[in-house]
């Protein structure tokens, strides 16, 4: 089966640092992508890990577990523009043509307060 | 065009009408995906075109539902005799191919009264 957890809901104060955390049960694996969607607007790309260990881009860093199916995104002085939902998805490989579709989590809806 | 484009943004229809959600991809990118996304919630794999090749469609959730890419390029994914369990908002996504990052259009929001 296929099983993305993340947390529903998290809050942050600006400036700090938040890390939002995502497990993953999934039959295939070709690597976990993390998208920032503000409401109403397109998901947009973040990070992207498909070795285990840290991919660091500016204010945002990713971790990857493959053994133990763990992924956390990372924020670091945290803006009140990064309030969105954050979205976890793992690439399925499989299926006719080898598809690559995403799986998505349900989102983290990140609320920055100042 | 710079980003992908999905027209219209909001669609408003009775149930049983026919709908037609239209995407137009970054050019030259031959993999494209739609995904469905309900409220509050993360999005659906429903159907992927490798250039004109519609490879998968597993995620279509009835036969109601059908998506063609005929020249490689724009795509419309139309919906037959609508329910209202199929409101939700329709993205589109695409990649130079289908192992690279894919890019999210605006999606169309689609309300079924």
């Known amino acids: 089966g296929q099983n993305i957890d993340q947390p529903t809901e998290m809050t942050a104060t600006e400036g700090a640092i938040v890390q939002i955390n995502c497990t993953y049960q999934?039959?295939?694996?070709?690597?976990l992508f993390w998208y920032q969607q503000h409401a109403g607007e397109a998901p947009t790309f973040l990070s992207y890990?498909?070795?285990?260990g840290l991919e660091e881009k500016g204010r945002f860093s990713s971790f990857l577990s493959r053994s133990k199916g763990y992924s956390y995104l990372l924020l670091k002085e945290l803006q009140m523009k990064d309030s969105a939902s954050y979205l976890c998805?793992?690439?399925?490989?499989?299926?006719?043509?080898?598809?690559?579709?995403?799986?998505f989590g349900t989102g983290t809806l990140l609320a920055v307060q100042p | 065009g710079a980003g992908v484009s999905q027209s219209p943004r909001y669609k408003v229809a009775k149930r049983g009408q026919d709908v037609a959600l239209r995407c137009d991809p970054i050019?030259?990118?031959?993999?494209l995906f739609w995904y469905q996304q309900a409220l509050g919630q993360g999005p659906e794999f429903l159907t992927y075109?490798?250039?004109?090749?519609?490879?998968?469609k597993s995620g279509l959730p009835s036969d109601r539902f059908f998506a063609e890419r005929p020249e490689g390029s724009v795509s419309t994914l139309k919906i037959q005799r609508t329910q209202q369990e199929d409101s939700a908002v329709y993205l589109c996504?695409?990649?130079?191919?289908?192992?690279?990052?894919?890019?999210f259009g605006d999606g169309t929001r689609l309300s079924i009264l």
């Open positions: 996504a695409s990649s130079p191919e289908r192992t690279q990052p894919q890019h």
């Open positions: 999934t039959s295939g694996f070709n690597g």
């Open positions: 890990n498909v070795l285990d």
């Open positions: 998805a793992v690439r399925d490989p499989r299926g006719r043509g080898a598809t690559n579709k995403l799986i």
């Open positions: 050019s030259g990118h031959v993999s």
């Open positions: 075109f490798q250039n004109e090749a519609q490879l998968d």
